[in-house]
T-cell receptor, first 113, second 115 residues
């Protein structure tokens, strides 16, 4: 079955540590996205990638980094520079152009201890 | 910039009641409009969509009509079930956004259906 997988489902981090969240898709989609969700708020765009080896900052990229070495994979690193990293992180993919459906993974809940 | 405004929740209904969740938008172009649903602890699932004015999206008894004149895309269901309890997000995709091609989301509306 085609879809998006994210791992781990729950992640705990000590302050000052970098952590990497995994996102893999087998939908053959060109575009991939990372969103952050905080309680009672909508989703905010962190980074996006329209094609392999290219990615761009979204609205809240500070303290995060990504890579896109393969079409199927778009890992997100939450660095120690991110001031308030505790949140629910969602990865999505779509096939351009704009207006096409975005498919979401199950999410990773990151908690900073 | 583009924005989506949803009614605040939670919305609490009894089973078999009629549901309306309001959504209005602001966009520079003629966006595509979406409703996503999120069950506890899960990612978002596409519920329905509409890509042009007067289109009606429908799925699992839910409906929403793209109203360009009122810039609205309200979600409705005639008879809700306990299993419909979730958070509902209205979103848009602006075709003029040829760079990001990301979705702009509303803040979400939590629906609680009581037996």
């Amino acid at each position: 079955d085609g879809g998006i997988t994210q791992s781990p489902k729950y992640l705990f981090r000590k302050e000052g540590q970098n952590v990497t969240l995994s996102c893999e898709q087998n939908l053959n989609h060109d575009a991939m996205y990372w969103y952050r969700q905080d309680p009672g708020q909508g989703l905010r765009l962190i980074y996006y990638s329209q094609i392999v080896n290219d990615f761009q900052k979204g609205d809240i990229a500070e303290g995060y980094s990504v890579s896109r070495e393969k079409k199927e994979s778009f890992p997100l690193t939450v660095t120690s520079a991110q001031k308030n990293p505790t949140a629910f992180y969602l990865c999505a993919s779509s096939m351009p152009p704009a207006g096409r459906d975005q498919f979401f993974g199950p999410g990773t809940r990151l908690t900073v201890l | 910039g583009d924005s989506v405004t949803q009614m605040e929740g939670p919305v609490t209904l009894s089973e078999e009641a009629f549901l309306t969740i309001n959504c209005t938008y602001t966009a520079t172009g003629y966006p595509s409009l979406f409703w996503y649903v999120q069950y506890p602890g899960e990612g978002l699932q596409l519920l329905l969509k509409a890509t042009k004015a007067d289109d009606k999206g429908s799925n699992k008894g839910f409906e929403a009509t793209y109203r360009k004149e009122t810039t609205s895309f309200h979600l409705e269901k005639g008879s809700v079930q306990v299993s419909d309890s979730a958070v509902y997000f209205c979103a848009l995709s602006d075709p003029l956004d040829t760079g990001r091609r990301a979705l702009t989301f509303g803040s979400g509306t939590r629906l609680q259906v009581q037996p």
